[in-house]
């Protein structure tokens, strides 16, 4: 049967305190409505509608076509919120899976296990539900006396009996996608919040003779619905959880789980050691057989196999095979390592490309440049790429050495081979396998050592008195 889902992103999120809204909060680097949609489509969503009010366009700017939308203009409750898929939905015929934006955690495996129980149950909805020490805030789940799913009762509408029921509604369901919008219809804002709740069709399905099936996870993590920001710390430290537990699963070793941030997205080879202190973001991919960290901070960046990386930063950069960076090296946006490279102490890289085997071992800057294989840049050596105005690029060619501090003022090229001399200042060109020396000759004075510190001595008797 056709799986379809309706996403709610709709609410404003006040408890937030936040000019950011509610559902793009981001969760392991990802907005929390990212999370929910990843998770529909692992459970075969053929049609996806995400509900936008507070935020549309931001929300939809960051979706894309990954889903279809319906504008919810005001915000009058998760009833509300549903019937604006209607006009998109209601003539598919299938099981619905309705999901909140802020419920970040819940898995697939979980929908697919209330997928299984809905269908063969012949149930017109089913909840997924979870036993909390602690319920409040959430809608409870009354059942019978038989133990079937009675009604859902919001926290602000309970009994004093009703609020020691431990058993939460989490937000997710699947319904019978005809019986959902027809039971819609019948649902009333009469409650203390004045609000058209999506909980009340639980009590039209029971009066109209539907049965309602609860499914209750024993994962706790995934009933978790972000309201505020005390619990979006905590969607983090359990997704940061899940996360680091899934690597060491496939086989990446964590040195201390607890102080290694890894976000959704990252994926990494088997036999690579992450040290404490590593942060890794965003789209990064590493290989195999790498050593990260101590204190690596490493984004969206594709890092090889057999890689080391110190107590550096990398953002949007490549780093080849067998490659090593750090200590303290800052690789910026559109750095490029090929095989075995090495980038030391206090390097910085910006927009450069380094072919295989090349160096950079001490205290350079190599920006907007293009360096061949098997270099060698000295300690100190800068590409002097900008003159205040514009950027310019150095070019330097195959096994050409560049000495310790010498100035690359650029636009330059040394060609394959060239040989440039420490302390030059290089504002021409060097053809192939010439040597250029940029600096002044050295004199030397005899006995002159002795003589300038007998001047600066007698100075300074002169001085004191
Ligand atoms: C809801 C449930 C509650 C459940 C809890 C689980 C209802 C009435 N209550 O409560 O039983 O225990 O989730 O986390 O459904 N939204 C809209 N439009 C609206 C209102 C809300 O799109 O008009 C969206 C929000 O953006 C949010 C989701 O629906 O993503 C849930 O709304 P929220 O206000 O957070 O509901 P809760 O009070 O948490
Ligand atoms: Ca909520």
């Known amino acids: 049967m056709k799986v379809l889902a309706i996403v709610l992103a709709g609410g404003q999120g006040k408890r937030m305190k936040s000019k950011r809204y509610k559902v793009l909060h981001e969760v392991a680097g990802k907005p929390m409505v990212g999370h929910v949609l990843r998770t529909v489509q692992e459970a075969n969503s053929e049609r996806t509608v995400v509900i936008v009010g507070h935020g549309a366009e931001a929300v939809k700017t960051y979706l894309g076509d990954q889903a279809e939308y319906a504008l919810q203009e005001q915000q009058l409750g998760t009833g509300h919120a549903v019937q604006q898929a209607e006009a998109l939905l209601a003539g598919e015929e299938g099981s619905t899976i309705v999901i909140c934006g802020d419920t970040p955690l819940v898995r697939s495996e979980t929908i697919n296990a209330v997928l299984e129980l809905h269908r063969s149950s012949g149930a017109a909805a089913t909840i997924l539900t979870a036993s909390f020490d602690d319920p409040t805030g959430y809608g409870r789940v009354i059942r019978g006396e038989d133990g079937a799913v009675v009604r859902i009762v919001e926290q602000k509408d309970c009994s004093p009996e009703e609020a020691r029921v431990q058993e939460i ?82 086989g990446v070793t964590l040195i201390d789980a607890a102080s290694t941030y890894i976000e959704a997205d990252v994926r990494i080879g088997a036999d690579t050691v992450i040290y404490p202190g590593t942060v890794l973001r965003g789209s990064t991919v590493i290989g195999e057989d790498c050593v990260i960290g101590p204190n690596a901070d490493i984004q969206n960046a594709e890092i090889g196999n057999g890689v080391t990386i110190k107590y550096s930063v990398i953002a949007e950069s490549v780093v080849g095979d067998d490659s090593s960076v750090g200590p303290y090296a800052n690789l910026r946006p559109g750095s490029k390592l090929g095989v075995g490279c090495k980038i030391g102490d206090f390097v910085e890289l910006k927009n450069a490309s380094l072919d295989d085997g090349s160096k950079v071992s001490h205290l350079s800057y190599v920006g907007d440049a293009i360096v061949g294989k098997d270099v060698n840049i000295g300690c100190g050596a800068i590409t002097v790429n900008y003159d205040g105005f514009n950027k310019f690029v150095t070019e330097i060619g195959d096994n050409a050495f560049v000495g310790s501090n010498v100035n690359l003022i650029a636009p330059v090229k040394l060609g394959d081979g060239a040989y440039v001399v420490a302390g030059s200042t290089i504002t021409h060109d060097v053809p192939s396998g010439d040597l250029a020396i940029a600096r002044e000759r050295q004199v030397n004075k005899p006995g002159y050592a002795d003589k300038i510190r007998a001047r600066a001595k007698a100075k300074k008797a002169n001085n004191k008195k």
């Open 169 to 250: 509604n989490t937000g997710t369901y699947i319904f019978d996608n005809r019986k959902l919008f027809a039971a819609l219809a019948k649902v009333t804002n009469e409650n203390s919040q004045g609000e058209y709740y999506l909980t009340d069709v639980v009590g039209i399905f029971r009066n109209d003779g539907e049965t309602v099936q609860a499914y209750c996870t024993s994962d706790l993590a995934e009933a978790i619905g972000v309201n505020d920001r005390v619990a979006l710390a905590e969607a983090e430290a359990l997704m940061r959880a899940r996360i680091n537990r899934k690597h060491l699963l496939e």
